[in-house]
């Protein structure tokens, strides 16, 4: 068989070269590289059958499991799109995902439908519910206008086989959501090309082969996450799914299933790293490589003592671009600060604002070019052209007589590189918030607490902590005629954010709150003097 160039030939290259290797294990359960491609073929044939066209949009609402990767595929596999919602997301949160890509099939479980029951009527492009573990309680079909037909996992799977729209390596294969600096979650759309060609070169680096187990600890919804899947199955790998609710859940894991790969986010090393691990786990874990932030010193040091023999990678990503830089383990102890240099079949930037590139040491902006850069941000213009932009004449790889233009990602993070091409990350140029390895968009956790009317005004921001990388603190003021009740806030926010979006504090002060010169709440200098409070105290 040819070399993969579409997403869903991972999986099927893999099934004719090994079909009974051990392709994902769930709990107790297990399947094999030929049985995970049938299904795949069974669940595209289903989609098929349901008559979504090229190009539409499938969105998977599951914690991870079996159907949960069968669907990433099979949607691809049918000349389709598949959305991954994080499971932790609210009703509101799935409903405007799936208002703005246009879903037209939503994969979730009978136990996750009564959440989204109240949303379901207002996504207009919704026609179809397919539910795992329950048959449905509704007519199977769909009135035009109507609330979305319902049907089993089951029943779907048992549709007549079907062959799958015509599609190329650069088209739509996906469209993952990442928060933006702000307003609303942003969807990065992803093409076969861009997947494939990640899984090729992260494999690479990290060297998988077919007698890896990676543990996939991360939400499929993150590039990162969804990577363990794709590097395994390019490799002929095995995935263990875990959703764990407690790091010693991990470490029984990474125990109990023999892992040699595992790829996390710093604040669940940082609880690792304080945990007692089983006895053994260095004897197999082959690599550990962390992403979604800066690792600690001291972490790392405390991690390299419990795993002698386990290599660690450090990486940096965007969702723009999946992946992008990776520090070699042989280059941890001279350098442990630093991002390394750009993965396989990559070329990263270091350009001034006029699209110079950066002498050594000096300051500027990262900018990734080659075939992970993806598609834009869905139906969105004026972000996509912040972000996603021609590279200039004069950039490395451009030569003056190449007249069409070249896309790449210009990050929005300020790096250096040093003389020998190392990277080292200084700061992000938005305010975005990164915590727990999500990031997450100051304006959005604002719109949040507003819809709450318990707050006049209100103004969020990340501050450093240890754990978390950075905690999120809001500053708010009582509603007119009332008093701020910071108690009742808090329950609110735990009831329609994710955990990760919640505050950590809210403090309360007098209005208005200060702003700057174009007349917006001033939330750099609210955290700035919060800051300097906190230092002073």
């Not at 869903?8 to 030929?34: D, F």
């Not at 300020?414 to 390895?437: A, P, Q």
Request: contains cysteine.
């Amino acid at each position: 068989m040819t070399d993969s160039t579409l997403l869903p030939e991972l999986i099927a290259r893999t099934a004719a070269r090994s079909p009974e290797a051990i392709a994902l294990t769930h709990g107790a359960q297990s399947i094999n590289y030929a049985q995970l491609y049938d299904t795949v073929d069974a669940c595209a044939g289903g989609l098929l059958g349901l008559g979504l066209q090229r190009g539409e949009r499938v969105a998977i609402y599951l914690e991870k499991r079996f159907e949960t990767v069968i669907a990433s595929f099979a949607a691809p596999a049918a000349g389709c799109v598949f959305v991954p919602l994080n499971p932790l997301l609210k009703a509101e949160q799935v409903a405007y995902i799936l208002r703005d890509c246009n879903v037209r099939a939503l994969i979730t479980s009978g136990d996750r439908l009564p959440l989204l029951a109240p949303i379901l009527d207002s996504c207009h492009d919704l026609r179809h519910v397919v539910l795992t573990g329950a048959r449905p309680e509704a007519p199977p079909d769909a009135a035009p206008g109507g609330p979305p037909a319902r049907l089993s996992w089951d029943e779907l799977l048992a549709a007549p086989p079907a062959a799958g729209h015509r599609v190329i390596d650069t088209d739509m294969a996906a469209i993952l959501y990442t928060s933006g600096s702000t307003g609303k979650p942003k969807g990065v759309v992803l093409s076969h090309r861009n997947m494939v060609a990640g899984a090729k070169s992260v494999a690479g680096y990290l060297q998988n082969d077919p007698d890896d187990t990676l543990l996939a600890a991360l939400p499929l919804s993150f590039d990162a996450g969804f990577s363990q899947l794709t590097t395994a199955f390019h490799s002929g790998a095995r995935v263990v799914l875990l959703n764990y609710l407690l790091p010693r859940d991990v470490l029984k894991a990474l125990a109990n299933e023999s892992v040699t790969g595992l790829t996390a986010v710093p604040p669940l090393y940082i609880q690792l790293a304080q945990l007692d691990w089983p006895a053994g786990i260095g004897e197999h874990l082959r690599y550990f490589a962390n992403t979604g932030g800066r690792m600690p010193r001291e972490t790392l040091a405390a991690l390299r003592a419990r795993l002698p023999r386990s290599s660690p990678f450090l990486m940096y990503g965007l969702t723009e671009a999946f992946r992008s830089t990776y520090l070699p383990p042989a280059e941890v102890d001279r350098r442990p600060d630093s991002i390394g240099k750009a993965i396989p079949n990559a070329e990263i930037l270091v350009l001034r604002e006029d699209g110079s590139p950066c002498a050594p040491n000096e300051p500027g902006e990262l900018v990734h070019r080659g075939a992970l850069v993806g598609m834009g941000y869905w139906n969105d213009p004026e972000k996509t052209a912040e972000r996603y932009k021609p590279l200039p004449v004069n950039a490395p790889g451009r030569e003056a007589g190449l007249v069409l233009p070249e896309i790449a990602v210009f990050s929005g993070d300020t790096v250096r590189m040093d003389e020998e091409g190392f990277l080292y990350f200084i700061g992000r140029r938005d305010e975005m918030m990164k915590t727990s390895g999500y990031r997450v968009s100051p304006t959005e956790v604002e719109e949040i607490l507003y819809a709450t009317k318990l707050v006049g005004e209100c103004v969020a921001f990340g501050v450093d902590h240890p754990a978390l990388g950075q905690a999120i603190q809001v500053i708010a003021t009582p509603p007119p005629g009332a008093a701020l009740d910071t108690a009742a806030l808090l329950a609110e926010c735990r009831q329609r954010m994710p955990a990760y979006m919640v505050p950590a504090h809210i403090d309360a002060r007098d209005g208005p709150l200060p702003r700057n010169p174009n007349g917006k709440i001033d939330r750099k200098t609210l955290a700035t003097e919060w800051v300097e409070r906190q230092n002073a105290a």
